[in-house]
């Protein structure tokens, strides 16, 4: 008996040094792309996403190692269009900061898994859930004629590529083994923001600063996430570490008024609380009683959040 408890408490710390290291990644992803935004003057969101897919395409390759040469073509169509949802979900999102702010453009994006998980539930339930969130969007967006509706439209557009990732992401998984195919997705992204980067530099200049603002934003929204989230997700279930990611929205809060000084006003915050609410009822309807698996028993890739 003592043998079984000393167990269990082995279990309940390294669970606890789990949720710490995913609770670190999400506030450095926040962090970076924060420092990230600071270079937006200069060489706008288009080069800080360059710069931002390069590393994260360094760090994954060496990793994974994907055999890509053998893939068939049932395992490419996914991966390309994978790659594809990467580069449009990351250039969205950071010009949705560039307009409205890191807080409210990442809750907003946060409305496309939030979607998925409304989608998959079968509970009644979720018809609050939904018309919570859609109070949320209302006030976070406070429709009025001066509005950025086109930021709040990136913003969206962010959501609705978060909610195809983790479609994508899915068959990915089933159909590439380890995190073969993400690697490979992210490498395309980067291939294809390669002279969209060259470009970009050549003609702007940046100082070694600025450089060094897109190159952290790469290394802390990237490279920190996935480490963090493959070393934790071993130990962390898989529903956990799907709860885990709702307080990204409030770190993107916080951060920007820490970093950037984009104070928000009660109805954003409000607008925060109800999506992120939404988000955390629907996944708790979706539990399943089946135990708590980690994302390593079920065969799943790590989920990088934000792309």
């Given at each position: 008996?003592?043998?079984?408890?000393?167990?269990?408490?082995?279990?309940?710390?390294?669970?606890?040094?789990?949720?710490?290291?995913?609770?670190?990644?999400?506030?450095?992803?926040?962090?970076?792309?924060?420092?990230?935004?600071?270079?937006?003057?200069?060489?706008?969101?288009?080069?800080?996403?360059?710069?931002?897919?390069?590393?994260?395409?360094?760090?994954?390759?060496?990793?994974?190692?994907?055999?890509?040469?053998?893939?068939?073509?049932?395992?490419?169509?996914?991966?390309?269009?994978?790659?594809?949802?990467?580069?449009?979900?990351?250039?969205?999102?950071?010009?949705?900061?560039?307009?409205?702010?890191?807080?409210?453009?990442?809750?907003?994006?946060?409305?496309?898994?939030?979607?998925?998980?409304?989608?998959?539930?079968?509970?009644?339930?979720?018809?609050?859930?939904?018309?919570?969130?859609?109070?949320?969007?209302?006030?976070?967006?406070?429709?009025?004629?001066?509005?950025?509706?086109?930021?709040?439209?990136?913003?969206?557009?962010?959501?609705?590529?978060?909610?195809?990732?983790?479609?994508?992401?899915?068959?990915?998984?089933?159909?590439?083994?380890?995190?073969?195919?993400?690697?490979?997705?992210t490498s395309v992204s980067a291939?294809?923001?390669?002279?969209?980067?060259?470009?970009?530099?050549?003609?702007?200049?940046?100082?070694?600063?600025?450089?060094?603002?897109?190159?952290?934003?790469?290394?802390?929204?990237?490279?920190?996430?996935?480490?963090?989230?493959?070393?934790?997700?071993?130990?962390?279930?898989?529903?956990?570490?799907?709860?885990?990611?709702s307080v990204h929205p409030?770190?993107?809060?916080?951060?920007?008024?820490?970093?950037?000084?984009?104070?928000?006003?009660?109805?954003?915050?409000?607008?925060?609380?109800?999506?992120?609410?939404?988000?955390?009822?629907?996944?708790?309807?979706?539990?399943?009683?089946?135990?708590?698996?980690?994302?390593?028993?079920?065969?799943?890739?790590?989920?990088?959040?934000?792309?």
């Amino acid at each position: 008996m003592r043998h079984s408890g000393d167990m269990a408490e082995v279990q309940k710390q390294t669970r606890a040094s789990g949720i710490a290291i995913l609770l670190t990644s999400g506030l450095s992803n926040q962090v970076g792309a924060a420092v990230g935004s600071l270079a937006f003057p200069v060489i706008g969101p288009v080069g800080v996403v360059a710069m931002r897919q390069f590393v994260a395409a360094l760090v994954l390759l060496p990793i994974a190692r994907p055999r890509f040469w053998r893939f068939s073509w049932a395992q490419w169509w996914p991966i390309l269009l994978l790659a594809v949802v990467f580069g449009t979900m990351n250039l969205s999102l950071y010009t949705a900061i560039d307009r409205i702010g890191l807080g409210l453009a990442v809750t907003l994006e946060f409305l496309g898994p939030l979607a998925v998980a409304l989608l998959s539930s079968r509970s009644r339930a979720t018809i609050i859930c939904a018309a919570a969130a859609i109070v949320g969007v209302l006030c976070i967006t406070q429709p009025s004629p001066t509005a950025d509706f086109v930021g709040i439209g990136l913003g969206v557009v962010a959501a609705a590529c978060w909610a195809a990732y983790i479609l994508l992401n899915r068959t990915v998984g089933r159909r590439v083994p380890g995190v073969g195919g993400t690697a490979m997705a992210t490498s395309v992204s980067a291939l294809v923001y390669l002279p969209i980067g060259i470009v970009t530099l050549s003609t702007t200049k940046p100082s070694m600063l600025i450089l060094g603002f897109a190159i952290i934003a790469g290394v802390l929204s990237s490279a920190v996430p996935y480490v963090c989230d493959l070393i934790a997700l071993r130990t962390v279930p898989a529903h956990l570490f799907s709860l885990l990611m709702s307080v990204h929205p409030v770190f993107a809060a916080l951060v920007g008024a820490a970093i950037l000084g984009q104070a928000l006003n009660v109805g954003e915050w409000i607008g925060i609380a109800l999506i992120t609410g939404a988000n955390v009822a629907a996944l708790l309807l979706n539990r399943s009683g089946k135990g708590e698996p980690t994302v390593a028993d079920e065969g799943g890739d790590p989920v990088e959040t934000n792309g």
